[in-house]
């Protein structure tokens, strides 16, 4: 088990920026991937970023260029660094782990992301 407590949401403005944070309250170690997901009214959930233990990372094609993915191991905290936003990324953002071995997810409570003027 891990808990995980997104934060660093809030509205800003279109072609502003926001730093997300996700601490877990065990080693991130253990899990084969740390990611990010959001989910919009009306839609399904979906993956934003996800960084590997070995700091591989992968990104939605509406994002790549845009965010930044990154893990800080001593803190247990993964971050997305999130620039040049746009209406279309208003969302509520989850933090997710997911261990491999027994196809276990975790998730956060989610942070609320709205980019509106």
């Known amino acids: 088990q891990v808990q995980l407590v997104e934060s660093g949401g809030g509205l800003v403005q279109p072609g502003g920026s926001l730093r997300l944070s996700c601490a877990a309250s065990r080693t991130i170690f253990s899990f084969n991937y740390m990611g990010w997901y959001r989910q919009a009214p009306g839609r399904e959930r979906e993956l934003v970023a996800r960084i590997t233990t070995t700091g591989a990372t992968t990104y939605a094609d509406s994002v790549k260029g845009r965010f930044t993915i990154s893990r800080d191991n001593a803190k247990n905290t993964v971050y997305l660094q999130m620039n040049s936003l746009k209406p279309d990324d208003t969302a509520v953002y989850y933090c997710?782990?997911?261990?491999?071995?027994?196809?276990?997810?975790?998730w956060g409570e989610g942070t609320q992301v709205t980019v509106s003027s």
């Open positions: 997710n782990a997911y261990r491999a071995y027994s196809s276990s997810d975790f």
